[in-house]
């Protein structure tokens, strides 16, 4: 990298730090969008438009002075050409607005421009106050280790799978796992509450063999259902499974709505996995939508996950290994008294990438491997120790060469 | 079009009538996927891809004979080359792995390959058996025009606009609108529970205004109060509005989640508006996510959307005339037992445009007008006088010509 572009990048932080403090001075948050305009479009004019369309959603000529006097309407705050050819806004809305719900801050910040092409949001700077009303992680990475009493290392993680098994044999690999040393046993997120896998049998089966196995090695492996349907179902399912003693849950918080599974999952003390099913179409265009480090890293965190799955590069998905580091940075990043959460790059990983994930990620990592361990050896106990073998032996080669 | 492309159609339509059949006796159904695929990649093998994906997720090598056995992975039944150079491939899946949820249906079809680029869900078949466990809409055309005491003609409505202003102002407002003959005077989807807008109080003095607006005309003008928040205040604004007497609410799908505020609707005999906030990814790519017919039509009726709002043709956003003609198709066709909704074009919509609203939508139809309303005059009342004698007109001038 030039000294110039260090001296620009500089410039750039030093300026963005400054706006970030006027708009908290005047209890306003910032948004930051890329935009990509078709050709002799006017850059001011849609980002003036952007604002008006995410707050007062009316004609410009048709808002009363006194919502303008009082800084209702969304407010264009700088315009900068990007590298790429277009354009990022810094828009500062009035924090009050969001209303102290992640789904208000969402609708805020996205919710009628996500119907329009060439809008992505790249950055958000939050007033401290805003977040207090946000959940964020009930556990976080240091209480999640507690429970655990896993220090230091990337934590183990794995999925009951697949589908379509009797609930003997689903409990039966969870139990063969915890034995075979896994921090972490969750549900494939394909199971919830089926014919072929009742919530109710397939949790109770499942947590109980993972308990003989805890009683067995005198280890702390964590069951963690999967969580989905209609709300009532969710609280039901939450409710049975704390009853049991599980003290995890997965959700997918676009499919079951944010703040649900979290808040009902704090309320009986338990971690909450965010799974990214259904949340592709934000982040596959690098026009529109969101960064994935705002969605699976931000919003998921705000919204009360401990831990967020997403897919790593290199594996069965498309996102890049930029993309991902950052998706870890915004779990991980001081953010008020909001509790950082964990990552788990997943989709697609094997034992023999285990280096270059804890390369890449570092120890405060949930290392989620699926089918790879299926594939690696058929009994999952030996296929389980592999795992942990490897890990091992992966972490001795980084304190060895330190 | 020619004869060729008609025999074409019927040829295309026959296959996928009697595929759709054979899904069915086996108690399976069929969603439809475009694929637009990298050079050289396998569309066999990126559709069985899918399947496995989207079902058992894991290696194919690794699936058991007997889940095999049983139809649990997803099956490619049928692939088609589209005219644009893509493919189509219809892929069966068992319906009970949807688990009678929209959640559990919306995670089947679109869940995990949301994340992988060039994978539009074009298309879906249901079972008539899937149906029964999904809510629907509560009232439906038929409940709703009961309701409003409107026959045959499109229902009128208009949003409580711009937000930022006292709750005495904003009640005023929704009193003159009503008293003008608007049929439906729904919050601006920003209003929900902030500290500008309490709900309680705002509700409360819409509500009221509504209502003796409603004791001077003798008219049935129904009030919808935007709900969204975190789960728990979703439920309290819910209940909160069922007491003041309030029979219909609004909410976001994708900010709330897509059944929880129908669930809580319905159990206190309110209509359902479904707001497209945050939905707009999964809509602006051709190549991606689906059609809005089948998030904005099938799925928000699925859900128990009883009017579903969309940015209309022309409009302030992106979509053509005949994607929002398929979203109003969507709403209304027959499906099941469940009720048929209505759609609601919106977003930059004028009094100039009625006419050729009414005759892309027909009678069938929320005709959304906010924004031009207020410039068309500032007295309120004025403007909604001027609405409905642009409907009339518009409806006249089509009888005398038909």
Known sequence: MRDDDLDERDAVRARSEDLAARAREADRFIARYALRLPPGADVDRVAE????????????????????????PGRVETIDARQDGGFEVA?????????????????????????????????LDLAPGQLAGLPGPGFGIDGLRRLLGVR???????????????????????????????????????????????????????????????RQTGGRCLYVPMVAGAPEAVE??????????????????LLTGFETVPRLARRHGMVVLAHPSFAG?????????????????????????????????????????????AIAEALRAPLGRIAAALPAPAGGMSL????????AFGADTVLLIGGALIRHDPDREVAARAFRAALDAALRERSGSA
Do not use: W
């Not at 209303?99 to 208000?104: I, K, N, Q, V, W």
């Open 91 to 123: 828009i500062s809305y009035r924090a009050d607005l969001a209303g102290g719900s992640l789904a208000g801050l969402l609708n805020l910040v996205y919710g009628n421009v996500s119907l329009v092409p060439g809008i992505r949001l790249v950055g």
């Open 49 to 72: 438009e952007i604002a008006i369309e995410q707050t007062v959603e009316v004609p410009a000529d048709c808002i009363p002075e006194a919502v303008k006097a009082d800084g209702v």
């Open 236 to 253: 039901v399912q939450v409710a049975y499974a704390a009853r049991l003693g599980v003290r995890a849950v997965m959700t997918a918080p």
């Open 281 to 325: 179409t934000f982040l596959h265009d690098p026009d529109h939508g969101m960064t994935p480090a705002l969605l699976l890293g931000t919003f998921f965190r705000l919204a009360g996950a401990d831990i967020s799955i997403f897919p790593n590069s290199g594996g069965r998905f498309a996102f890049g290994r930029a993309d991902c580091v």
């Open 352 to 359: 023999e990438r285990i280096g270059e994930m804890v390369d």
């Open 152 to 214: 230091d290392r990337p934590i183990t993680a794995t999925a009951i799978k697949p589908l379509g098994q009797p609930t003997a044999i689903l409990a039966g690999l969870a139990g063969a796992y915890a034995r075979g040393g896994i921090d972490i046993v969750k549900d494939d997120h394909g199971l919830h509450d089926q014919r072929m896998h009742p919530f109710a049998e397939r949790v109770e089966a499942c947590h109980e063999a993972i308990e003989e196995a805890n």
